[in-house]
């Protein structure tokens, strides 16, 4: 339930200067020990499971549609520590479209010069949207559970400001990376906000540490759902607002023209957040 203490971590004035220019948005001390640990053995549990099932201890897991596998990862869509910067960024026709959770152990391997995978998030949509920039849509939250605060522990790679560029040129040599770039360097508990559309990759990890993040991706309700997500099994349990953010609505129509009781979250927004309820 969303209680008025979430208000006090609505998006602040700099904040929002930041990621608009920027195109991302750091926040340290998301989580707290607790919820590291919580998490982590959570996440850990996941990636054992996939182990035992034939995964490929070498390779890196990418497990989308995790929220269903316990309470507390459905207790980050609507994380008050969070979800007022997701609203004040994107407005309050949002709803969970995309999660995944991702793990990169050790490569095992020396260090190379090789550039990166680049891209901007979305697929098919930055071919076929008519627009420049392209429309930011949506963002992503990526909650660090690994100390990546060594470059080489395959760090998040970003580029500020590219979130306005439609294309990147990437070096001819394919042995270095793009100008500007820099590897997001946070402790574990940090929520690194990102616009869909900021130039991104991931990158190998040298170290002997363990890279473990869980991505939550927001976007209008009108975007159809990124991966075959069960979320609406937890609709029965959840609170109203918890319950648009997984998915919810009262009818198709209801995506592109809402009613209040499509978007719960603007009713509370009304009474506790006026201006933010346009």
Same mark, same amino acid.
């Given at each position: 339930?969303?209680?008025?203490?979430?208000?006090?971590?609505?998006?602040? &004035?700099?904040?929002?200067?930041?990621?608009?220019?920027? !195109?991302?948005?750091?926040?340290?001390?998301?989580? &707290?020990?607790?919820?590291?640990?919580?998490?982590?053995?959570?996440?850990?549990?996941?990636?054992?499971?996939?182990?035992?099932?034939?995964?490929? =201890?070498?390779?890196?897991?990418? *497990?989308?549609?995790?929220?269903?596998?316990? $309470?507390?990862?459905?207790?980050?869509?609507?994380?008050?520590?969070?979800?007022?910067?997701?609203?004040?960024?994107?407005?309050?026709?949002? *709803?969970?479209?995309?999660?995944?959770?991702?793990?990169?152990?050790?490569?095992?391997?020396?260090?190379?010069?090789?550039?990166?995978?680049?891209?901007?998030? #979305?697929?098919?949509?930055?071919?076929?949207?008519?627009?420049?920039?392209?429309?930011?849509? +949506?963002?992503?939250?990526?909650?660090?559970? +690994?100390?990546? #605060?060594?470059?080489?522990?395959?760090?998040?790679?970003?580029? $500020?400001? #590219?979130?306005?560029?439609?294309?990147?040129?990437?070096?001819?040599?394919?042995?270095?990376?793009?100008?500007?770039?820099?590897?997001?360097?946070?402790?574990?508990?940090?929520?690194?906000?990102?616009?869909?559309?900021?130039?991104? /990759?991931? +990158?190998?990890?040298?170290?002997?540490?363990?890279?473990?993040?869980?991505? *939550? !991706?927001?976007?209008?309700?009108?975007?159809?759902?990124?991966?075959?997500? /069960?979320?609406?099994?937890?609709?029965?349990?959840?609170?109203?607002?918890?319950?648009?953010?997984? !998915?919810?609505?009262?009818?198709?129509?209801?995506?592109? #023209? =809402?009613?209040? &009781?499509?978007?719960?979250?603007?009713?509370?927004?009304?009474?506790?957040?006026?201006?933010?309820?346009?």
């Amino acid at each position: 339930m969303m209680e008025t203490t979430a208000l006090q971590f609505r998006l602040t &004035d700099d904040e929002r200067r930041h990621f608009n220019e920027q !195109g991302y948005l750091i926040v340290e001390n998301a989580l &707290d020990s607790d919820q590291i640990t919580r998490l982590t053995t959570l996440t850990d549990a996941a990636y054992t499971t996939k182990l035992t099932n034939g995964f490929d =201890p070498s390779a890196a897991l990418f *497990y989308p549609n995790f929220i269903p596998d316990a $309470p507390e990862f459905a207790d980050l869509v609507d994380y008050e520590k969070i979800l007022p910067k997701v609203w004040g960024i994107l407005g309050w026709n949002i *709803y969970l479209y995309h999660a995944h959770l991702i793990i990169t152990p050790p490569s095992g391997k020396a260090r190379d010069r090789k550039t990166f995978g680049w891209h901007q998030d #979305s697929g098919r949509v930055n071919q076929e949207m008519e627009s420049h920039p392209r429309p930011r849509l +949506s963002l992503k939250v990526a909650y660090f559970l +690994s100390d990546t #605060s060594e470059e080489g522990r395959g760090n998040f790679w970003i580029i $500020p400001g #590219s979130h306005l560029n439609d294309t990147l040129a990437l070096p001819t040599d394919k042995l270095s990376q793009p100008e500007g770039a820099i590897p997001v360097r946070v402790k574990p508990g940090t929520a690194v906000f990102f616009d869909r559309r900021l130039w991104h /990759t991931a +990158s190998p990890n040298w170290s002997d540490v363990t890279r473990k993040i869980l991505f *939550y !991706g927001y976007g209008y309700r009108w975007i159809r759902t990124k991966d075959d997500m /069960t979320v609406k099994d937890l609709w029965p349990q959840s609170d109203p607002i918890r319950k648009q953010l997984l !998915g919810y609505g009262t009818n198709c129509n209801g995506f592109f #023209s =809402p009613t209040d &009781d499509d978007v719960p979250l603007r009713v509370w927004l009304r009474e506790h957040s006026p201006e933010e309820a346009k």
